[in-house]
């Protein structure tokens, strides 16, 4: 038997773990070809960082991302360094020293060490450790994510650095945790690199109208505030205000470990057509390469460059196959929610290029073709995510278009089959978040999967956002050589019991089921698992309301003890303050818990409330008791606060018993169970009434949200 070849990964992210899923796959002599160690900076398994803005947005949690877990490593003789770094590399001894202490050897070494955020030089952003100093944040990993979560809760006011694609996302998704978002760029428009000023302008407008505000070339000159944030001050003299702020100015290839080593380096690290280095033993892809003078800023082309590598590495090489000529960029993405494709050219480059170009603000519809000999040189697609595929599959193929170039913007039904999956070519991307290609999927589909979920659970498709899941069922459809079968359990609306919802609501109607243990025992086929057991309470109390038998074993974790549990497995306690009114007795009571138990942090919330951090498991009876006031729900997807501004009682402007009709309100509605999270305002001030700040604004009140009439809420709450 041969000795195994030794190939180290530098880099557990998108392109290094797609490497040795790809070399695996690749390995024909059943995993006696290689033994592949990997490195990885952060702790666990490997991710979907495409992902990191659904997590920020709650629409993901952190499991639900998690592409390769620690078991996985395992289960595929691949051993994995979760959380650390590799330091230096000898290239005289082909050996890779850790910061661990641990010294590995390799006989190839693949670099993929991605990039990291550029955080430009201006004062306030780091403490004098030289970390980002509390409340100031870049937006790369799952820490930064789960750091903007937590951070935001004690913020009102978000302020994000970086037009660009990150920044928008990290805006998008903050705005379900604070109450006002900015966004600071240095140009001109929005995602410059990408769009033209036309598509930029639309984007923006539609943007605003989800409440994002913008302030465009602005230089940030510093972050203020001592110990918090209070916001940041640009160049040209102009301020603004700010808890919390996020950069996303760009990124930068991460190549120290390839300059210590002596690699070749310039943007990024120097490969060939191989993806070798200057170093015949060593390889890079991904975000830290720079391959013909290009770096790629994109997932898609590190999973090129990772399939490709493991081609030539596995000693598959046909024709071209595992030599990589560089990528054509094209991406459909949604832009903070917003439809948006993007290839190529975004401008007429040579004399003779055309442009074809379709514009309607008002409905948020901008499509423009650039074309060169013929062929699609380029595109901008935004709000029209039909056209996207056939737009994406003729610039890839460089096919002739059709004349007039109008049939690409407005496609006739026989040009509607381009994109069908039998026209699509196997090298096609059909999932964009996990990069399944059309080939991928009839791979899997000749390997025996003849559902649609046993496709997507064999290939990931369709476990991301879910946008691409209508195309995966086409695939199946026209590639599958048996009978479809349907999996009745993709309908069923809880996994346990094999009923759709409406099915499963006449039956629990039928019998009288009032609580999870009585659903269970009657209609459970399999054993239910903590998804089960919460859709079905939040079913039952639809359903039954007063009438539910809440059985705490059907509770998440946080409904059973009334706190929100911490990453550090502690809780966080918030007691019910109704429409932010308090007394001098209930803050001694929240002082004297704090004091008594020893509780690590105190914050005010930006719902007008007071959060207790870091209280033991143990400790909650004790705490909930001692304060003898209510839960405020901050765990729940139920109706948490009603803010309030001060109304007739105080404020020189009020007209009506804002905080009156707050703490009604709140008082109504305390944990009613609805699909989100929710907060509510209250103010009573006359509708024409402008209060101007320092900056020429109108009042935030008025910028975020204007409720002139508070009949319908009386109505709506009070049902007077």
Known sequence: MSEKQRIVVLGNGMAGARFIEELLANDQSSGEQFEITVFGDEPGGNYNRILLSSVLAGKHSASDIVMNSVDWYAQNGVTLHAGVKVTSIDRATQTVASDNGAVTPYDRLIIATGSTAFIPPFEGVKNADGELRDGVFTFRTLSDTEGMIDYAKKASTAVVIGGGLLGLEAAKGLMDHVESVHVVHVMDHLMEAQLDNPSSDILHELLVQQGMNFHFEKFTKAITGDDLVTGLDFADGSHIQADMVVIAAGIRSNTEVAVTAELEVNRGIVVDDLLTTSDYNISAIGECAEHRGLTYGLVAPGWEQAKALAKLMASEVTSTDGVYFGSKISTKLKVAGVDVAVMGEKNAVEDTDEEAVYSEASSGLYKKLVV?????????????????????????????????????????????????????????????????????????????????????????????????????????????????????????????????????????????????????????????????????????????????????????????????????????????????????????????????????????????????????????????????????????????????????????????????????????????????????????????????????????????????????????????
């Not at 994406?392 to 509607?416: G, M, N, V, Y």
């Not at 609501?505 to 399999?526: G, Q």
């Open 372 to 720: 060169r000999n013929g062929s699609l040189a380029g595109a901008i697609l935004i709000g029209d995510p039909n056209s996207a595929s056939a737009l994406i599959q003729a610039f890839d193929s460089q096919e002739e278009l059709p004349s007039p170039r109008s049939q690409l913007l407005f496609p006739a039904s026989e040009l509607l089959t381009l994109t069908s999956a039998a026209d699509l070519p196997d090298t096609a991307q059909i999932c964009d978040c996990n990069g399944v290609t059309k080939g991928d999927l009839v791979a899997s589909i000749n390997s025996g999967s003849n559902t649609l979920k046993t496709l997507c659970k064999s290939t990931r498709a369709g476990t991301g956002c879910g946008t691409c899941k209508p195309k995966v069922q086409e695939i199946l459809e026209n590639f599958a050589t048996g009978p479809i079968e349907v999996d009745p359990s993709e309908s069923y609306y809880v996994p346990a019991v094999p009923l759709e919802k409406e099915q499963l609501m006449e039956e629990i109607a039928a019998r009288s089921l009032k609580s999870v243990s009585a659903v269970l025992d009657a209609l459970a086929t399999i054993e239910p698992d903590a998804l089960t057991k919460t859709g079905l309470a939040s079913l039952l109390k639809s359903m039954w309301a007063g009438e539910y038998d809440d059985q705490r074993d059907a509770r998440f974790v946080n409904d059973r003890v009334h706190a929100n549990i911490q990453k550090d497995r502690t809780f966080s306690v918030i007691p019910r303050i109704f429409g932010g009114v308090t007394s001098p007795d209930q803050l001694r009571k929240i002082a004297d818990v704090a004091d008594k138990y020893e509780v690590p942090m105190v914050k005010v919330t930006g719902g007008q409330r007071i959060d207790l951090l870091g209280i033991k498991k143990e400790q909650l009876p004790g705490v909930w008791k001692d304060l003898g006031m209510p839960s405020g729900h901050a765990y729940a997807k139920a109706m948490r606060t009603c803010k309030t501004c001060v109304g007739a009682e105080f404020c020189r402007f009020g007209v009506g018993d804002s905080t009156g009709l707050g703490v009604k309100i709140e008082k109504k509605i305390p944990g009613n169970r609805i699909s989100s999270q929710s907060k509510t305002r209250c103010f009573w001030l006359p509708t024409k009434l402008r209060r101007i700040d320092d900056e020429g604004h109108r009042s935030r009140c008025y910028r975020r949200r204007q409720m002139g009439d508070l009949r319908r809420w009386c109505f709506r709450f009070n049902g007077t």
